[in-house]
Nanobody, 127 residues
Framework: QVQLVESGGGLVQPGGSLRLSCTAS????????LGWFRQAPGEAREGVAC????????TYAASAMGRFSISRDDAKNMWYLQMDSLKPEDTAVYFC????????????????????WGKGAQVTVSS
């Protein structure tokens, strides 16, 4: 059974950092492009970052560029999102995902329910 579990969310002050982790089971992550998405209250889900396989090429949303960094450890079936210089507008539920068709990162808007998704982790940036 495929399962993705996020960890590392929480409350952080503006300018602070958090590292999200995603632990996968039921499939081998090295065959997938892996991503992070987020959804703020009242907003649509949006792509944040993606990392391809096997070359680990990365793609970022404009809002994440220069502040967030995605990485993967296929030996552990895990991937990560390092978030620095956090802003209140980064407050959202963050979801990890694995693209079911392509090993290269597809455009964020093409990811759908056919892909594998975690249940989400809350990140709150507030003073």
């Amino acid at each position: 059974q495929v399962q993705l579990v996020e960890s590392g969310g929480g409350l952080v002050q503006p300018g602070g950092s958090l590292r999200l982790s995603c632990t996968a089971s039921g499939f081998s992550s090295d065959y997938y492009a892996l991503g992070w998405f987020r959804q703020a209250p009242g907003e649509a889900r949006e792509g944040v970052a993606c990392i391809s396989s096997p070359d680990s090429r990365t793609t970022y949303a404009a809002s994440a560029m220069g502040r967030f960094s995605i990485s993967r450890d296929d030996a552990k079936n895990m991937w990560y999102l390092q978030m620095d210089s956090l802003k209140p507008e980064d407050t959202a539920v963050y979801f990890c995902a694995a693209e079911h068709l392509y090993r290269q990162c597809a455009p964020f808007h093409t990811w759908d329910d056919n892909d594998h998704w975690g249940k989400g982790a809350q990140v709150t940036v507030s003073s």
